[in-house]
């Protein structure tokens, strides 16, 4: 995890801090020091890309592989990108008193729940034998699924509280700025994502 120093709990990460606290984090980090620039507004969107890239390793070869690693980065890196053109648009909904680059680089913070799932997944595809892994149980694929519900629930519930402490809005809502991005950048990211797994079978079955 990054670390954003501040007089109160220098110790902890961002993405920590916004677990326990996420009203009060945002609203710290957002009146500390601006600290823009390429590396601020790319930092935490490589973070989760190399997270991804480390799950896709694992879940290939049950190991860590650079070159997988790499590969799962890349290959995955549309999440990431389209989650920034999402927050794009509702950064330019109003004038702001942020950065662009560190608005991008807090909302990211935002994404801890989702590292810690895919860090729990990880660990689980560690303990499983390569058997297991490529025809796990039904019940645990069940188990899997389900438990993106709380996740993404969590993920929202941070999320609202960035839009409400760090890119607030004038007479708007910040569940229709939460809402707003959502739409664009879930729809944008799950539609490549079938387009690019359907392609393939489309050529190959020639229709």
């Known amino acids: 995890m990054l670390t954003d120093l501040s007089p109160n709990r220098p110790e902890l990460s961002a993405e920590a801090r916004v677990l326990l606290g996420p009203?009060?984090?945002?609203r710290e980090l957002a009146q500390g020091p601006e600290g823009g620039g390429a590396w601020v507004l790319v930092r935490r969107p490589l973070l989760l890309a190399f997270v991804i890239g480390c799950l896709v390793s694992l879940q290939a070869s049950g190991r860590l592989s650079a070159r997988l690693i790499a590969d799962g980065a890349v290959s995955f890196a549309f999440a990431p990108l389209f989650a920034m053109a999402a927050l794009a648009a509702v950064y330019r909904l109003?004038?702001?008193?942020?950065?662009?680059?560190?608005?991008?680089?807090?909302?990211?913070?935002?994404?801890?729940?989702?590292?810690?799932?895919?860090?729990?997944?990880?660990?689980?595809?560690?303990?499983?034998?390569?058997?297991?892994a490529a025809a796990p149980p039904r019940f645990l694929l069940s188990m899997l699924e389900w438990s993106l519900v709380p996740i993404a629930a969590w993920s929202a519930r941070i999320?609202?509280?960035?839009?409400?402490?760090?890119?607030?809005?004038?007479?708007?809502?910040?569940?229709r700025d939460l809402i707003l991005q959502r739409a664009i950048g879930w729809t944008?990211?799950?539609g490549y994502f079938l387009g690019y797994a359907i392609w393939p079978y489309m050529v190959s079955s020639g229709t």
């Open 94 to 132: 109003s004038p702001r008193t942020i950065s662009f680059a560190r608005a991008v680089d807090l909302f990211f913070a935002a994404t801890a729940p989702w590292l810690l799932w895919m860090i729990a997944f990880a660990t689980l595809r560690c303990l499983q034998t390569p058997m297991q």
């Open 188 to 190: 944008c990211t799950i």
């Open 159 to 175: 999320d609202l509280q960035f839009f409400r402490e760090v890119l607030p809005r004038p007479a708007a809502s910040p569940v």
């Open 23 to 26: 009203a009060a984090a945002f």
